[in-house]
């Protein structure tokens, strides 16, 4: 599986260099300050949809986001102006060419950064009780199952998080919403970063265009990282 990642403190965060790729990871402990630099409107959205008592949990994630993008752009937090595509999915009203993607579960986050690419994060919670088999075989394909029954028995909880984090960063990627469907493809991952993409009905989509990468966050989290065009650097940051 996944080799640990170096994470570095985001003390240390330099100028991201053309073609490279940062990801940061963080808590979801709301801070004090975290209601005052978002916007009235994220404010009223992240409080009227609520359905699992994450509320908290959200706005740190938003206000993280925003903290780290103003690196990026040069800017107060509370500045960054979002427009949303048509499947929600936020980019920069003034900065169009810097791609990003945010996930959390449980009491972490993952953001990635890059520019003038499609970009998909997704984090995952190591759940020991969850029923994994019982959601590969409803919600993966054939060669994707197949992978994991052939890993042995006390991998495949293991084997099930990559996959099904692999295939979120790719969806999360593709940016489509729910008119694509973890059956349209199969992610089949030979080791912690390459091409995995074996085959999708997803057009004009080609295996060969997106690159995918595990991340070892922490102890009980799995992520994975999904990006389009040639590989390049990663650079790993903690908050």
């Known amino acids: 599986m996944a080799t640990y990642n170096q994470w570095i403190s985001g003390t240390g965060w330099t100028c991201l260099p053309e073609e490279e790729i940062d990801i940061w990871k963080f808590s979801l402990e709301l801070q004090k300050d975290d209601r005052q630099i978002l916007s009235d409107d994220e404010l009223k959205r992240f409080d009227q949809d609520d359905p699992r008592g994450q509320l908290d949990k959200r706005l740190a994630g938003r206000a993280h986001l925003r903290r780290i993008l103003s690196k990026y752009t040069q800017s107060d937090p509370s500045e960054i102006s979002f427009t949303y595509e048509n499947n929600r999915k936020p980019v920069l009203e003034n900065h169009p060419d810097l791609s990003f993607n945010l996930s959390h579960s449980q009491n972490m986050g993952l953001i990635a950064v890059t520019q003038s690419r499609r970009v998909g994060v997704d984090l995952e919670y190591l759940e020991a009780e969850r029923p994994f088999s019982k959601i590969a075989e409803r919600f993966l394909t054939n060669n994707e199952n197949n992978f994991i029954n052939k890993c042995p028995e006390e991998e495949r909880s293991q084997a099930f998080y990559q996959i099904w984090t692999l295939n979120e960063a790719y969806l999360k990627a593709l940016g489509t919403g729910f008119s694509v469907s973890s059956n349209d493809f199969s992610v089949i991952p030979t080791n912690t970063r390459g091409r995995f993409l074996r085959e999708t009905k997803?057009?004009?989509?080609?295996?060969?265009?997106?690159?995918?990468?595990?991340?070892?966050?922490?102890?009980?989290?799995?992520?994975?990282?999904?990006?389009?065009?040639?590989?390049?650097?990663?650079?790993?940051?903690k908050v």
């Open 202 to 237: 997803v057009s004009p989509q080609t295996p060969q265009k997106w690159m995918f990468e595990t991340l070892e966050v922490a102890s009980s989290y799995l992520g994975a990282l999904c990006f389009e065009g040639s590989d390049t650097v990663t650079r790993y940051w």
